[in-house]
């Protein structure tokens, strides 16, 4: 086992001898239950009807880890929609082919000479990729620069996004709303995931407005005045006026705002990636004290020019756990698109994205009819996968020798992440590990939980239906399997001891 790691904590999947050796334990192991047998107690159909969970829009897989059986399976063999637990499949393949510690690169770089803090000549800031340039990052790697005693820049700032081969991003494809954050595209260099954060901020009876991080690019306006009224519907009660393009825009903010709700906020994905980044490059190095008189444009930089700075992501461990934790799709996204990395250089396409993936998905036996992985985000009306590939995935990370590194990257039941409010002081609180995936018309979740006998289970189950309890119904079912995961035939017994009263 130890020598399928290498010194980095990379995972040779490449070596396919290596991963059968690995895989056959639990393979081999088999199910308690037919593959398409159909196992699902009386007390989970009550449940389904209880919430209005219609029986063929739904995939269940309830198992145990130590002895593989089936508690639950229901249409375990029905291609569904995943939403954004398909992340999880994103997670295990980035730090199989990448490795543990894999870090992304950002560089700034020249083609002119740097004379006593100025550089006479371009800035190119070269992208590599990294997914986690926020906002305090992108500050410290302007630091670095300025730290170098650069002060003043006589020519442009150029933006080298080639490290990804993209055809052009449409935030509105997916439901029509551009300016959602979640809309952001893939992007080798971009800044806070391309998205602002508008402040609104009561000073007394004076009302302030702002964006952070502060950007050139995107202007506020603010006319909002100071009111009285109700703070549950805040929002509501401005008016948002945007114009300009994706390379500049201005925000007019108009309406009543009470000083007694303190500060809000809101998210808006408006600019271009690049114009994004460029104008948060422009504030943030005016606050540092830099000069800089020239324009942003898109280009390479020239294979002459000169590194002045290379800024590191945090290692890919870190950055797994931010993308589950919060579901974000732009970390995703790029996770997905790096994937080759792990075998050829840049720039990455789409298409080799794809072809990574389904090699990696065949290499660790998690295949078959109805297996579709569009961007590596969820955020698709594309993506399929059925519950019993899912559950697959999930024994395949149980026997990982990462496992820890990846279950950690796991929203905690009732804690943190998109899990905090789930299942809150309850008996099963802190028990599980759970992605969740949440689109109209789809409601998914998987992980590993604990139930009451300290025995680890998994649990995937995803709905693609209109209407009905689905989140109601999941909690449920992880309250129903975390107090009562017998073996099958204690399962019978209870469902028929019991008759139809059950409190969950």
Known sequence: MPKSLNKSGRFLINHKVILFCLLLPFLSAGESHAAGEDVLPEAV??????????????????????????????????????????????????????????????????????????????????????????????????????????REIRGDLVIDDFFFDLPPHEPAAFDGAPLKPYNAGAGAFMVNFQTQRVVILPQGNIIQAYTEPPNDNFIVRNQIRSGKGRCRNWRGKIREVLRGDETRMTLTLKGVFPPRCGEQGFFIRALEKNAHAAGVFR???????????????????????????????????????????????????????SLPAAHSSPPYSISEAHQTMSDWLAAVQVNGDGLVIDNGSGLSRKTRITAAQMAHLLRYIWRHPLRAELAASLPILG????????????????????KTGSLSGVKSIAGFLRDAEARDILIVCIINQNGGRTKAFQDALLQWAHKNTFGRSDLINFSQGRGKKYRF
């Open 45 to 150: 159909r009550v449940l389904m009807k209880k919430h209005r969970i219609q029986a063929g829009k739904i995939g269940i897989v309830v198992q145990r880890l130590d002895t593989h059986e089936r508690l639950v399976a229901h249409r375990v063999d029905t291609s569904l929609n995943p939403a954004s637990i398909i992340k999880i499949a994103t997670a295990a393949s980035a730090l199989d082919l990448l490795g543990l510690t894999h870090r992304f690169e950002t560089k700034f770089m020249s083609d002119g000479r740097v004379e006593d803090g100025v550089i006479l000549g371009d800035l190119y800031v070269v992208g590599g990729g990294d997914p986690s340039m926020t906002v305090e990052r992108f500050l410290l790697f302007l630091n670095k620069l300025r730290n170098r005693g650069i």
């Open 283 to 337: 504030a943030f190095w005016r606050r540092l004290g830099g000069k800089w008189l020239g324009q942003w444009r898109r280009g390479r930089a020239p294979a002459t020019a000169q590194t002045l700075a290379v800024f590191e992501s945090p290692p890919l461990s870190e950055v797994i756990a931010s993308m589950n934790k919060y579901s974000n799709n732009v970390i995703a996204r790029n996770l997905f698109l």
């Open 415 to 434: 804690l943190d992440g998109t899990m905090r409010k789930r299942l809150k002081n309850k008996k099963i609180t802190g028990e599980g590990r759970f």
